[in-house]
């Protein structure tokens, strides 16, 4: 089996082990968030974004202030599921990624994320900088009409 793991797309495909799973061998409800982070976090690495580099590289920080998942169908120990990371919203001053999950084509979970700019120090709102704002459009808009 072949996994596909295109980090600058967005894209993250894994299988489900027993560790990923409750004891009835469901996907634990809050795993979710580890794929969600991973899948964000190596898309921006991909682009040449680090988080914790973004006072030095963007001169601003982003603060998540909201996530959360919709759970739309039941995932097994050995399922092969794929992340892929969408543009659920753009603002001037902040941001929504979606994160589709899905399994043989077919969603199983919605996540998002809500990241806002803010200035180092007082944390006061600013505009999504461009070379950010430019890596987040290269993102698919959603393919699935679920509310998180």
Same mark, same amino acid.
């Given at each position: 089996?072949?996994?596909?793991?295109?980090? *600058?797309?967005?894209?993250? =495909?894994?299988?489900? *082990?027993?560790?990923?799973?409750?004891?009835?061998?469901?996907?634990?409800?809050?795993?979710?968030?580890?794929?969600?982070?991973?899948?964000?976090?190596?898309?921006?690495?991909?682009?040449?974004?680090?988080?914790?580099?973004?006072?030095?590289?963007?001169?601003?920080?982003?603060?998540?202030?909201?996530?959360?998942?919709?759970?739309?169908?039941?995932?097994?120990?050995?399922?092969?599921?794929?992340? =892929?990371?969408?543009?659920d919203r753009i603002g001037t001053s902040s941001y929504v990624v979606g994160m589709e999950f899905t399994r043989d084509?077919?969603?199983?979970?919605?996540? =998002?994320?809500?990241?806002?700019?803010?200035?180092?120090?007082?944390? *006061?709102?600013?505009?999504?900088? *461009?070379?950010?704002?430019?890596?987040?459009?290269?993102?698919?808009?959603?393919?699935?009409?679920?509310?998180?």
């Amino acid at each position: 089996m072949n996994l596909t793991h295109e980090p *600058a797309a967005g894209r993250l =495909q894994f299988q489900l *082990a027993y560790g990923d799973t409750d004891t009835v061998g469901i996907a634990y409800f809050s795993i979710y968030y580890r794929w969600m982070e991973r899948c964000y976090s190596t898309w921006l690495h991909a682009h040449g974004i680090r988080s914790g580099q973004m006072v030095d590289d963007l001169g601003i920080v982003t603060v998540g202030i909201s996530s959360g998942c919709r759970y739309v169908d039941t995932v097994e120990v050995f399922d092969v599921v794929e992340c =892929q990371l969408v543009a659920d919203r753009i603002g001037t001053s902040s941001y929504v990624v979606g994160m589709e999950f899905t399994r043989d084509g077919e969603l199983v979970t919605k996540g =998002q994320m809500s990241f806002a700019a803010r200035t180092p120090g007082d944390f *006061a709102k600013t505009p999504v900088p *461009a070379r950010l704002l430019d890596v987040i459009k290269t993102l698919p808009a959603p393919r699935f009409d679920v509310q998180v």
